[in-house]
C-alpha cells in the first residue's frame, strides 16, 4: 500500500529517458501521431469521427467498423488497473 512517485521509484531513473526524450526520433513520433489523429476531435451534435483503432491482435480498424445496425456503438473509457 506504500505510494511512491517517479522520481522516488529507483527503477525509475533519468538516465533511461532523458536522453531520448528530445530527440529527433522522439520529435518524429510526436509529430506523426499529431498528423496522424489530426481531425479526429468530437464534437457534441456532430458525427462522431471514424477514428483508427487498434484491437487485441494488433490489427489496425476504423472506430466505425465495429458499429452494427441494430444496435448503438459504445465506447467505454475507463481504466483497467
Known amino acids: ?4 512517485t517517479m522520481t522516488q521509484n ?7 529517458w532523458g536522453p531520448t526524450f528530445f530527440s529527433f526520433r522522439f520529435l518524429k513520433v510526436v509529430m506523426q501521431n499529431l ?6 476531435d468530437a464534437f457534441k451534435g456532430y458525427p462522431a469521427p471514424n477514428t483508427r483503432v487498434i484491437d ?14 441494430n444496435r448503438p456503438l459504445i465506447l467505454n473509457f475507463g481504466s483497467c488497473s
Request: proline share 3%; glycine share 6%.
Open 1 to 4: 500500500g506504500l505510494k511512491t
Open 10 to 16: 529507483p527503477k525509475f531513473k533519468y538516465e533511461d
Open 35 to 40: 498528423i496522424m489523429s489530426y481531425g479526429d
Open 56 to 69: 487485441l491482435e494488433n490489427k489496425e480498424h476504423k472506430l466505425l467498423d465495429f458499429a452494427k445496425d
